[in-house]
């Protein structure tokens, strides 16, 4: 069975500072993963994906990560933060199964202080 | 460019009536479709999928059902809601047929059960 579990439900950061989301995964087959934002009241947007390719990947709005098969993670982090950061983002997972279903990680709040 | 669009943005229902949220997608043919709620402050839980026309599978026993009557759109109903339906409904594609897919989300209907 497939898994994927975000290590911390709340994350708070100052503006100018380093962000860092951390995922890891459980599966038995290579996954495709992704990172999607989600702002109050809001669909869920794609952040980034990974897909086999290159290990680091970049999404939008200065986010990345990086894809680690050894510690099964898949940590999304940015730079420096920005007040519009805030919001909640999960960290997703996708086999080759029946209608892409996906697992959902529980989420993290991101705050961030001015 | 493919475009989600749900309806309506929020709905508030008392207890015992009927429900009907609309989801359609455009530019694409055949897509994954998929149900989801999110309660307050939690992850998402997928309600139902659909590979096709009239072809839709439930993920948890409720008191909710599916359709899906043409291509392109996804109803989620119910006859006689419940307090516990409260939540916030998002409704998502991804493209058949192709594994590792990220899906892709409407933004969403903020239902209230009084």
């Known amino acids: 069975a497939q898994s994927v579990t975000q290590l911390d439900s709340h994350v708070s950061v100052s503006e100018g500072t380093p962000v860092l989301l951390r995922c890891n995964y459980s599966?038995?087959?290579?996954?495709?993963l992704f990172w999607y934002v989600q702002h109050p009241n809001k669909g869920l947007q794609l952040l980034l994906k990974?897909?086999?390719?290159?290990?680091l990947v970049k999404g939008i709005n200065g986010f990345e990560a990086e894809f680690k098969k050894s510690e099964t993670s898949f940590h999304l982090t940015k730079p420096s933060a920005h007040m519009s950061d805030a919001a909640e983002y999960f960290c997703?997972?996708?086999?080759?199964?029946?209608?892409?279903?996906?697992?959902f990680g529980d989420g993290t709040t991101l705050t961030v202080k001015p | 460019s493919q475009t989600i669009h749900q309806w309506p943005a929020t709905l508030v229902q008392p207890v015992g009536s009927p429900l009907s949220l609309e989801c359609t997608v455009e530019g694409t043919s055949n897509p994954n479709l998929y149900w989801y709620r999110q309660a307050a402050g939690r992850g998402l839980q997928l309600l139902f999928y659909?590979?096709?026309?009239?072809?839709i599978s439930s993920e948890v026993p409720q008191n909710l059902s599916a359709s899906r009557p043409q291509d392109r759109q996804f109803i989620l109903s119910s006859k006689k809601l419940l307090l516990s339906d409260s939540g916030f409904y998002l409704c998502?594609?991804?493209?058949?047929?192709?594994?590792?897919?990220?899906?892709?989300f409407g933004d969403g209907t903020r239902l209230s059960i009084l």
């Open positions: 599966s038995s087959y290579s996954p495709s």
């Open positions: 997703v997972v996708s086999f080759n199964t029946n209608a892409g279903k996906s697992t």
């Open positions: 990974y897909t086999s390719a290159a290990t």
């Open positions: 998502a594609w991804s493209p058949p047929d192709r594994a590792y897919q990220p899906q892709h």
């Open positions: 659909s590979v096709g026309i009239g072809q």
